[in-house]
Antibody, heavy 123, light 108 residues
Framework: EVQLVESGGGLVQPGGSLRLSCSAS????????MHWVRQAPGKGLEYVSA????????YYADSVKGRFTISRDNSKNTLYLQMSSLRAEDTAVYYC????????????????WGQGTMVTVSS | DIQLTQSPSFLSASVGDRVTITCRASQGISSYLAWYQQKPGKAPKLLIYAASTLQSGVPSRFSGSGSGTEFTLTISSLQPEDFATYYC??????????FGGGTKVEIK
């Protein structure tokens, strides 16, 4: 079964750090670009960060640039998000997402999502 | 960055109704648009990619259309399990792969 399982969320004080992990199974992890998307309580989806299949290219939303670091270990089939200098506005469910290329249309989409891990930034 | 505006943000409908949700892009994105369904407490689920291609396993009552800057998601006959929030996402200008603000479909 194709699956993404996030872990590492929790309660952290403002200014603190946290590392999220996403364990992939059921597919060739090293062949896919991966993303983090978050959702604050009661709000919509916010695109956070991306990493290419080999880890050579990364992207960050302006809201997290300089504070978050995305990485991956293809030998462990695991995606990471290192978060530092956390703020109250970073409180959200964080989803790990797989990007798939569809040959029938030559386009991409986010076809596999993890269950999400909750990060709460509060004193 | 490309902005996506969904309308309406909320709609109330009955089982069996035909429902249409619109997503407008701030600039042309060809057909690089996907639609997702999210139920409370669950992760989003891919419904449609490339503006009109149904993801495997998605019921045929869902359809998508459009290109350029205007797109629609249509549910031909709303079922009880379709009450959820729907999001569009552009995959033309990467990154960021922005999402629309969402449309919540509730039972009338």
């Amino acid at each position: 079964e194709v699956q993404l399982v996030e872990s590492g969320g929790g309660l952290v004080q403002p200014g603190g750090s946290l590392r999220l992990s996403c364990s992939a199974s059921g597919f060739t992890f090293s062949s896919y670009a991966m993303h983090w998307v978050r959702q604050a309580p009661g709000k919509g989806l916010e695109y956070v960060s991306a990493i290419s299949s080999n880890g050579g290219s990364t992207y960050y939303a302006d809201s997290v640039k300089g504070r978050f670091t995305i990485s991956r270990d293809n030998s462990k089939n695991t995606l990471y998000l290192q978060m530092s200098s956390l703020r109250a506005e970073d409180t959200a469910v964080y989803y790990c997402v797989r990007e798939t290329y569809y040959y029938d249309s030559s386009e991409n989409a986010f076809d596999i999502w993890g269950q999400g891990t909750m990060v709460t930034v509060s004193s | 960055d490309i902005q996506l505006t969904q309308s309406p943000s909320f709609l109330s409908a009955s089982v069996g109704d035909r429902v249409t949700i619109t997503c407008r892009a701030s600039q042309g994105i060809s057909s690089y648009l996907a639609w997702y369904q999210q139920k409370p407490g669950k992760a989003p689920k891919l419904l449609i990619y490339a503006a009109s291609t149904l993801q495997s396993g998605v019921p045929s009552r869902f359809s998508g259309s459009g290109s350029g800057t205007e797109f629609t998601l249509t549910i031909s006959s709303l079922q009880p399990e379709d009450f959820a929030t729907y999001y569009c996402q552009q995959l033309n200008s990467y990154p960021p792969l922005t999402f629309g603000g969402g449309t919540k479909v509730e039972i009338k």
